[in-house]
């Protein structure tokens, strides 16, 4: 099973870019799905953008359609989230998530899989 350390949040004005970088220990890295999720406090955990185990596909919520990049590097066991044009309502906790199915990722509700312990970004407007 892997272990998922997140790393790359911080502080940016509204515009700006940052690039969340998530790292996996174990072997099995490039056997697991990956997500990217977020939570704002008090909110519910939401789904930002899922990645097969070869990087051929890619699903992205809405809300970062044409901002975010989700990518993975196998021989790095890491996965990256690149975000464009923060706005502020993208303020959030940022989560990755390893699952041995990529349509687990993309079911509401469904927290299968390992979760990393989150990585802070706030946008200012």
């Known amino acids: 099973q892997v272990q998922l350390v997140e790393s790359g949040g911080g502080l940016v004005q509204a515009g700006g870019s940052l690039r969340l970088s998530c790292a996996a220990s174990g072997r099995t890295f490039s056997s697991y799905a990956m997500g990217w999720f977020r939570q704002v406090s008090g909110k519910e955990r939401e789904f930002v953008a899922a990645?097969?185990?070869?990087?051929?596909?890619?699903t992205y919520a809405d809300s970062v359609k044409g901002r975010f990049t989700i990518s993975r590097d196998n021989a790095k066991n890491t996965v990256y989230l690149q975000m464009n044009s923060l706005k502020p309502e993208d303020t959030a906790v940022y989560y990755c998530?390893?699952?041995?199915?990529?349509?687990?990722?993309?079911?509401?509700?469904?927290?299968?899989?390992?979760w990393g312990k989150g990585t802070l970004v706030t946008v200012s407007s």
């Open positions: 998530r390893a699952d041995s199915v990529y349509y687990h990722l993309l079911v509401a509700g469904l927290n299968s899989g390992v």
């Open positions: 990645i097969n185990w070869s990087g051929g596909m890619t």
